[in-house]
């Protein structure tokens, strides 16, 4: 009498379960990486500090030839 010893099949196998867990945990992992840069460019985007530095700049009327000066002459130094 013979056994009917099958193989298993190779989905069943501990060497495929690890390959497709570690690829999975890999794949999350760029999956949310993606996203956590895509969220911080998107926030930056939207802030406006170059334009606000822009708009400052240009409402400034300079009275030397368009540089701002340091009012050093009021602060008063100990020597």
Known sequence: ALSAQT???FYEEWWFLLVM????????LLVVFALVLHGQSKKYKNCSVGKTISNVEESVT???GGF???ELNSRHLNI
Do not use: F, H, K
């Open 21 to 28: 867990a570690l690829s999975s945990l890999i794949l999350i």
């Open 68 to 70: 701002t000066a340091l």
């Open 7 to 9: 193989e298993a099949p």
């Open 62 to 64: 300079l009275d030397n």
